[in-house]
């Protein structure tokens, strides 16, 4: 009896030929999604405001066989901003992924939170949002991709003591949902995550909170923060891929069911 030969499965790499920007890079949930867009064949540009954290990302980028670069950048500067996309554009020959992760944390409650602080959320998360997204809208026509992070706090039944960064949360999703509209004729897409990861912010806030953080990561079904590599940054590769051309302007949480989003 002849056994039939078959050929072996190549796996395939959905952003292959790709080019992702993402910011906030260096570290926790940012890094996690730079490495998940580089597996899946995207070449990235690596931005945030610290060189060593960005680079270290590029180098291990570089060392699993994929490309990255570092780019130093403040989102909060509209001029650097500029520059940083040319950069990227003259550098990868094209854009057509945009990673805003970048953002400041906001904690205390309404009369604990200083003015100064909750400004810097909104500078560094809604207001960079959309200065990143304008700069990028001319290289993505055509077939680009956003990704914004969000996050439940701001759909949370009591988001007591992190209503600024709730806040700055909000109307990103408000801007994605926006830029998913006014561009969906460009040929862009436009879509948030929701994460919950196991992130610097996390740590921090268990170290100031830690009954409150016990008791809301006891909240989650699936029983655990999220990996931000292994866990929050395949979603961002599916939003970015082929396989969701048509979904645009969504909320996607990624936490393991904690939030209902209705």
């Known amino acids: 009896m002849a056994v039939s030969r078959m050929d072996p499965i190549v796996p395939t790499l959905p952003l292959a030929g790709g080019t992702a920007l993402v910011t906030g890079a260096g570290q926790g949930i940012g890094r996690g999604i730079a490495l998940a867009l580089a597996a899946a064949g995207a070449s990235v540009a690596a931005v945030g405001r610290t060189p060593e954290t960005i680079g270290a990302t590029a180098i291990e980028i570089e060392a699993r066989g994929g490309r990255a670069v570092p780019y130093v950048c403040d989102v909060t500067d509209l001029e650097a901003v500029d520059a940083t996309v040319a950069d990227v554009v003259a550098e990868f020959g094209g854009l057509t992924i945009l990673v805003n992760n970048a953002q400041s944390p906001a904690p205390g409650t309404l009369l604990e939170l200083d003015e100064a602080v909750y400004r810097d959320g909104m500078e560094s998360g809604p207001a960079a949002t959309w200065r990143m997204m304008r700069a990028c809208h001319p290289h993505l026509r055509g077939g680009g991709s956003i990704v914004n992070l969000g996050s439940a706090a701001g759909i949370r039944w009591n988001p007591s003591g992190t209503g600024g960064y709730a806040a700055a949360k909000e109307a990103i999703r408000v801007f994605t949902r926006t830029a998913a509209c006014e561009w969906a004729a460009d040929g862009i897409r436009v879509n948030s995550i929701l994460p919950l990861a196991d ?41 970015c891929s082929e396989a969701a051309r048509y979904i645009t302007g969504h909320s996607l949480p990624v936490d393991g069911g904690q939030a209902l989003v209705r």
């Open 199 to 239: 992130s610097m912010a996390m740590q921090e806030w268990a170290e100031r909170e830690p009954e409150e953080a016990a008791a809301y990561a006891a909240s989650i079904p699936l029983g655990r923060l999220g990996d931000p590599e292994t866990d929050i940054g395949p979603a961002v590769v599916f939003l």
